[in-house]
């Protein structure tokens, strides 16, 4: 299996609730558009370099030979003298009292532990540990989690089959559309009860959108729900069974946008993208693009640079930075069918990562006028290392604006701010920003 390479959204929920998700970049498509002054073997380094667990990381093989030792001395040592030469070498670098600490330490949880468990539940929490205290967006991953991850990549979305609706007089969520006799309603669940969390997260301030994105993650993955009825509460878990087909939607506004919703960015999404266009332009005159990335939490960043190629000629992407590999850039191409449309694109604070790689080219390339709020401002580049059973994935390198801009911990910031708040439809917040693209036409008409 080839290495891939990540950006993980913030709040990441790997069962999953994908709020602000993960990306990676597929080589082929990254390394077309790489800069020229970049090799290309470094960005197979990058991308597709053996990094499991005993493999070739890409990086020059370890000198065990001390430099004290000369060419022709070296020479003349014994087969056996190398090896315990080098097997010295190695135990220097090895954390000895550490690892004797911890071996103490898994001994003593085991043996006294107030609940039984097994070395695999032990280990497993280590490495939970050993990864996610280096940052937010560091883990280790088990066996099903990986295949979430990758199932999200590839488009395998889905949602339960029951959805939530805001009772704006009782100010709460409440479930609506529970199927009689499903699963769902086995388990207890009815319309009209409150709904206070999803996966121990407070809904209750949360706008349509937001909550819909939560409820959004791979097919077959479950997500916890805390509902409450007849003052008693009871947290139920749900699977995610109801697969979506599409993860980009376009419509037409009487005015000729045609707006185009991409909830993610995945494998099929510029090739989407572009078959809505072609589709559009031959039933009518587009007088330009909206593009909807609200609560989109990422995916592959090679569908963020892949869509932004799409609407630039030529310029600066995204660069990537990190502390071993030498930064990468990626340069839009020209194109023989070039889209020319003017551009909006709409975006709030839950719009993250691949999303703000998107949003962010096209923006600081002067191709699109950015609506709505500032982003999430998740900037940090993971690297998957598969391992035997799971994956580590593990943050090697931020990515940059093409004006050199840090987005992590940042966020991209509109154009224009608009109104994106709970108390407005879903339609109305598209109201609002159809009109502010309308009258940025006519201004770009009238100076030309």
């Not at 014994?78 to 004797?100: L, M």
Request: with cysteine.
């Amino acid at each position: 299996m080839s290495n891939k390479l990540y950006l993980s959204g913030g709040l990441l929920v790997l069962s999953v609730s994908l709020c602000f998700g993960i990306v990676y970049a597929a080589p082929t498509v990254m390394q077309k558009r790489a800069a020229t002054e970049t090799k290309s073997t470094d960005i197979e380094q990058i991308e597709t370099g053996q990094t499991g667990l005993g493999q070739n990381t890409g990086q020059p093989a370890p000198q065990y030979i001390t430099s004290a030792i000369s060419e022709e001395d070296e020479l003349s040592l014994s087969e056996e003298e190398q090896t315990a030469q080098e097997n010295t070498d190695q135990v220097e670098d090895v954390p000895i009292e550490q690892i004797r600490n911890f071996i103490e330490t898994f001994q003593i949880i085991k043996d006294n532990y107030v609940d039984s468990l097994s070395n695999t539940e032990l280990f497993e929490n280590a490495m939970h540990g050993l990864a996610e205290r280096l940052d937010p967006y560091s883990r280790y991953l088990d066996a099903e989690h990986y295949k979430q991850l990758l199932d999200f990549t590839e488009g395998q979305i889905a949602e339960p089959q029951l959805s939530l609706q805001f009772n704006a007089d009782q100010q709460n969520w409440q479930l609506n559309k529970i199927v009689r006799n499903s699963d769902n309603y086995r388990q207890g669940l009815r319309d009209g009860q409150i709904v206070e969390r999803i996966n121990g997260v407070n809904i209750q301030p949360l706008d349509e959108r937001s909550v819909q994105s939560m409820l959004t993650g791979t097919l077959g993955s479950t997500l916890s729900i805390r509902v409450k009825a007849d003052d008693k509460v009871q947290t139920v878990d749900v699977v995610r069974d109801q697969q979506l087909n599409y993860d980009v939607e376009p419509f037409l506004t009487d005015d000729r946008i045609l707006v185009i919703r991409i909830k993610a960015f995945q494998q099929d999404t510029t090739a989407q993208v572009q078959d809505i266009i072609k589709v559009y332009q031959q039933r009518t005159t587009i007088r330009g693009l909206l593009v909807d990335i609200r609560d989109n939490p990422g995916g592959l960043l090679s569908a963020a640079v892949d869509l932004a190629d799409l609407f630039l000629e030529q310029g600066l992407i995204v660069t990537t930075k990190g502390r071993i590999d030498p930064p990468q850039k990626f340069q839009a191409l020209p194109s023989q069918n070039p889209i020319n449309y003017p551009i909006a694109i709409l975006q709030n604070r839950f719009s993250a990562s691949a999303a703000e790689v998107f949003s962010a080219a096209l923006k600081e390339q002067n191709r699109a006028l950015i609506l709505g709020e500032t982003s999430y401002g998740k900037g940090a580049i993971q690297k998957l290392f598969p391992l035997k059973q799971g994956a580590l994935q593990l943050t090697v390198a931020l990515y940059y604006t093409p004006q050199g801009h840090l987005i992590e911990g940042k966020g991209i910031e509109p154009n224009e701010t608009l109104n994106i708040s709970r108390s407005l439809t879903d339609q109305q917040i598209l109201n609002q920003a159809v009109i502010s693209f309308e009258r940025s036409l006519v201004n770009r008409s009238s100076n030309p």
